[in-house]
């Protein structure tokens, strides 16, 4: 990602600078993981993509550019929870945003389906992100990938690009969506200063009773 003038970036020490260490296990875990998971849950997936496809016209997948590791752009996986055409009103509503720095949020978007709102809060919307775990994109636990147009980061932001971003991650965890950026993006670096096989587990393992809460989510 490019830094503006003057700008100095410092970069810390992360515990998978080994290719062969750290990142390794980190990358098996998310394979195993993600395999698993997309097995047990697949019938939950067919339940949600009917009620999807039956509540508005539309496509089941929506598809958004998000940035990833070490910048780089893919199209992140979502079951669709808006009606088709709310991406060109973001413009339009950005006055109603009720987040800060790089985030975008409404509590009551008139954007989203009956059904949209429900698999929000409890975020079944990101289970076919999956497959883009599957696929190297992103890992099972990480900082959220933010969409491309809300990314221009800069200084100690920089750093969040250093990891995959997650599925799940210490945002999920701690407040979700009610979360300020400078606290959402203080989590994020912590994450990756201090990640472990531990702490990943740990995550994953608080994940489920935080989304059945379904607190900060919409």
């Known amino acids: 990602m490019p830094v503006s003038a003057g700008e100095t970036v410092h970069h810390r020490p992360t515990p998978w600078q080994s290719p062969w260490g750290g990142r390794a296990a980190k990358r098996t875990i998310d394979l195993v993981g993600a395999a698993v998971l997309l097995l ?3 019938p939950i997936l067919l339940v949600v993509a009917v009620a999807v496809k039956v509540d508005t016209p539309g496509p089941l997948i929506f598809r958004q550019r998000r940035t990833g590791w070490r910048g780089e752009e893919f199209d992140v996986l979502k079951l ?25 949020k409404i509590r009551e978007d008139p954007r989203v389906t009956a059904v949209g709102r429900w698999l929000r809060r409890y975020s079944l919307d990101e289970l076919p992100q999956l497959v883009n775990v599957l696929n190297g994109q992103m890992s099972l ?78």
Not at 179 to 207: G, M, N
């Open 40 to 42: 047990l849950l697949a």
């Open 80 to 104: 669709r929870t808006m009606r088709v055409g709310s991406e060109q009103l973001r413009k339009v509503m950005a006055a109603r945003n009720e987040t800060d720095g790089h985030l975008f």
């Open 141 to 218: 636990v990480g900082p959220r990938p933010l969409p491309v147009e809300d990314s221009a980061f800069t200084g100690e932001a920089l750093r969040r690009l250093q990891v995959r971003p997650g599925l799940t991650g210490l945002w999920q965890i701690s407040g979700r969506s009610d979360l300020p950026w400078e606290d959402a993006l203080r989590l994020d670096l912590e994450y990756v200063d201090t990640w472990s096989v531990r702490r990943d587990l740990l995550i994953l393992f608080r994940t489920l009773p935080a989304v059945l809460r379904g607190d900060g989510a919409y």
